[in-house]
């Protein structure tokens, strides 16, 4: 069973920058596609920014140019660096993890991650 442990949340000013990191374990084949999701206070969860087992990413339009997701050499650890962070910004932030045989589609098809992180709070002050 995929365990997905997220740590480096925190409280940040706008313009600031802050790093997220997410401990993968449990996998019994390669892993797939991992993901960032993020919810607002009062709003539905969304997808942030995904990466696939080739190092393809993606990510959506409010992010794009400010988050970088990345990973690790041995795929143990996924990252989600955030800079010039915004007020809109804040929210939990999930890691979240696709069964192997998935493969990122672009757009991503965020419904194909079912594995996730307890969460992070990232909140971002004006």
């Known amino acids: 069973q995929v365990q997905l442990v997220e740590s480096g949340g925190g409280s940040v000013q706008a313009g600031g920058s802050l790093r997220l990191s997410c401990e993968a374990s449990?996998?019994?084949?390669?892993?797939?596609?991992m993901a960032w999701f993020r919810q607002p206070p009062g709003k539905q969860r969304e997808g942030v920014a995904a990466?696939?087992?080739?190092?393809?990413?993606s990510y959506v339009d409010s992010v794009r140019g400010r988050f970088t997701i990345s990973q690790d050499s041995a795929k143990t650890t996924l990252y989600l660096q955030m800079d010039s962070l915004k007020p809109e910004d804040t929210a939990m932030y999930y890691c979240?993890?696709?069964?192997?045989?998935?493969?990122?589609?672009?757009?991503?098809?965020?419904?194909?991650?079912?594995?996730w992180g307890q969460g992070v709070l990232v909140t971002v002050s004006s």
């Open positions: 990466i696939d087992s080739d190092g393809s990413t």
């Open positions: 449990g996998y019994t084949h390669s892993p797939g596609p």
């Open positions: 979240a993890a696709a069964p192997w045989y998935f493969i990122l589609q672009h757009p991503p098809n965020w419904n194909q991650f079912q594995y």
